[in-house]
């Protein structure tokens, strides 16, 4: 409407048309950007992200001045995954560090931390069994259940020692000298005297975390997949302590001993 009371149609005025365009204007470092949003399913994030990066650099050509960047989760798991480059080293670290303040001796740390890898089978095949993929949270579990390894681990060489300290103080007091198979005999009243302890910190462990592994609701997704790495490595875990640990400290002193 004019001053004059005229009325001019927009169409004088002006083209009209109906044309698709982005719902919004959007910038970034001072750049106008655009998201395009992408939902996965039967693969993880890393896999799908570097796929479609191979296919977008094949068959996409773009023309100058403009950049693609793959952000979301996939940013999020990058970061993730630089942390853990130095956070799962220095949790080692740490781990023979204490280790060896106990023991004083290398040689036991070895045997804690080169039978480690086999109280992660379990983890790995629950992993598996349950579908999951590698994520933040199973590094997580991941370094929780090499924690309590080493622990059950430590409880089992410690009454070893005793056992052995125990042989080699009996034979001395008797005149006697130490032979394999009275290591034998002190190795398995040893490793029988951390069955219990050992059986009941597992069963306190995969009791407590199996609700939390089977739960559904918030952060069930998250509380999961940390919780499993460790239920399952616990089964392991126990066979490690009661089998082969014992195992390894038995051919470890037997050396000098007549057979």
């Known amino acids: 409407m004019t001053a004059s009371g005229q009325r001019i149609a927009l169409a004088d005025v002006a083209d009209i048309r109906i044309e698709d365009g982005p719902p919004a204007i959007k910038s970034e470092n001072a750049r106008l950007n655009g998201w395009s949003f992408v939902d996965i399913e039967g693969v993880d994030v890393g896999t799908y992200v570097e796929q479609a990066m191979a296919v977008v650099q094949e068959e ?5 001045g403009y950049s693609i960047a793959w952000s979301g989760q996939y940013e999020y798991m990058l970061r993730a995954k630089e942390k853990l480059t130095y956070v799962v080293p220095l ?5 023979i560090i204490l280790l060896f303040l106990n023991f004083r001796n290398f040689t036991e740390v070895g045997i804690i931390m080169g039978t480690l890898p086999f109280a992660m089978i379990g983890a790995v095949w629950l992993m598996y069994l349950l579908g999951y993929n590698f994520s933040v949270a199973v590094g997580v579990g991941f370094i929780a259940l090499a924690g309590v390894a080493v622990e059950i681990g430590v409880i089992m060489l410690v009454y070893l020692n005793q056992s052995y300290q125990a042989m080699l103080e009996t034979c001395e007091q008797k005149g ?10 002190a190795v398995l009243h040893g490793a029988g005297m951390r069955v219990r302890p050992v059986m009941m910190t597992a069963a306190a462990i995969i009791g ?38 014992p ?3 038995y051919l470890w002193r037997r050396g000098p001993l007549s057979s």
């Open 176 to 185: 006697l000298t130490p032979r394999r198979e009275t290591l034998r005999h």
């Open 247 to 249: 195992v390894l400290f």
């Open 60 to 64: 996409l050509d773009l023309p100058a």
């Open 208 to 245: 407590g975390l199996v609700p939390i592994m089977l739960g559904t609701g918030t952060g069930s997704e998250v509380m999961g997949r940390i919780a499993a790495p460790m239920v399952g490595g616990m089964i392991t875990a126990v066979i490690l302590a009661l089998l082969v640990i």
């Open 91 to 95: 949790t080692l670290a740490i781990i």
